[in-house]
């Protein structure tokens, strides 16, 4: 199969579905090498270092039209619907789409992938550009011969909210990066600390983070709260005694973040998936999560649950998690290890084949 797979997330600071696009790729070259896999993607001069830089050493061909404004060259495209994909991506059997750009084509499978709908379960969550975006892309993705989703939870998601088919829709969950392992340097901040890592945006609830631990050090006041993550839409200023907020960390650094924090909290209202979650657990490392449903696959049985709205709860959780033991340090490492790229790429290849003969 010649696979066209639209990587235009990739044209900006990676975050988490740039991350997932990345690691997709990944898995399909591990999992399928005899398919030819095509990283496709209109991009100004900036953009197209990005992707390569983000594709290095992986086995896939580039086709990276060089296009001035990009961003709005996608947008237009995708709502005209024309030329179809295969005028500048070439031949195809499959088509995979990503939520920047979703052009017409001529024939083959058509697929993409959805990591949340909170543009439809919670509007006030998501700035308005982005509720524009999905809200176009969601009807392109009612037109996919296979919609894949991050998790379980997402899954049934799509069939209930956008009314796919559940015969058209397959799991494909992320994977954890080799590198968030127990092993390895640990970062040492001068004393012991609870981290979190998201995107600084409303949804991930990070003010209440703040408000639990400031329960917790009353206790506890040898902590610090360290905040990792790129700066997202209407984030309010993160104060407090003993809060450090580090912004966007590379991979590697962020590695040892988690290897050496205490614990890691996690009290977001609503996850596709929650990848830092199962991230944590890979790294050895305890983690309090909240409560709500969307994050209980990333969890498993081995992180902690509270109430994210309660800040009192998960004050106690977070206190109870400094004193787990290995079982359930154990725990989180077996978890974990389900998540690998080359699984996410084996039920994507899965995807299509059984696209392609239905």
């Known amino acids: 199969m010649r696979i066209v797979v639209d990587v235009s997330p990739l044209s ?3 975050t988490g579905i740039g991350n997932y696009l990345r690691g997709m790729l990944a898995g399909l070259a591990e999992a399928g090498g ?18 390569r830089a983000a594709l290095d050493g992986l086995p896939v061909e580039l086709r990276l039209p060089l296009l001035p404004r990009a961003q709005w060259w996608r947008a237009g495209w995708s709502r005209l619907g024309r030329p179809p994909v295969e005028a500048l991506a070439g031949p195809l059997e499959v088509f995979h789409f990503s939520d920047w750009m979703y052009p017409a084509q001529r024939g083959g499978v058509r697929a993409t992938t959805v990591h949340d709908l909170v543009p439809l379960r919670f509007p006030e969550l998501v700035e308005r550009g982005t509720r524009r975006m999905h809200s176009r892309k969601l009807d392109a993705v009612r037109s996919c011969d296979v919609v894949f989703a991050n998790s379980r939870f997402t899954a049934g998601e799509v069939v209930s909210l956008l009314g796919v088919p559940e015969e058209r829709v397959a799991v494909a969950y992320p994977g954890i990066d080799p590198r968030f392992g127990p092993d390895g340097a640990r970062a040492d901040l001068g004393g012991p600390y609870v981290l979190s890592v998201s995107t600084l945006e409303p949804r991930k609830n990070l003010p209440a983070l703040v408000s639990a631990f400031a329960l917790l050090r009353r206790r506890r006041p040898e902590l610090t709260l360290v905040l990792a993550g790129t700066a997202g839409w209407e984030d309010r200023p993160l104060a407090g005694e003993g809060v450090r907020v580090l912004g966007f960390v590379p991979d590697e650094e962020l590695a040892r973040l988690y290897r050496g924090a205490a614990v890691f909290a996690y009290q977001s209202r609503f996850e596709g998936f929650g990848l830092p979650v199962a991230e944590a657990l ?20 081995a992180a902690l649950r509270a109430d994210p709205e309660d800040a009192e709860a998960f004050a106690d959780a977070l206190e109870q998690a400094l004193e787990v033991d290995d079982e359930r340090r154990a725990a989180g490492l077996g978890h974990a290890a389900r998540f690998t790229w080359r699984a996410c790429g084996e039920a994507v290849l899965a995807g299509y084949e059984r696209a392609l003969t239905d």
């Open 34 to 51: 005899e398919h030819e896999l095509v990283a496709f993607a209109p991009s100004g001069p900036r953009g197209r270092g990005r992707i």
């Open 12 to 14: 900006r600071p990676r």
């Open 282 to 301: 890979a790294s050895g490392v305890p983690a309090v999560v909240s409560s709500h449903t969307s994050l209980d696959e990333a969890s498993g049985e």
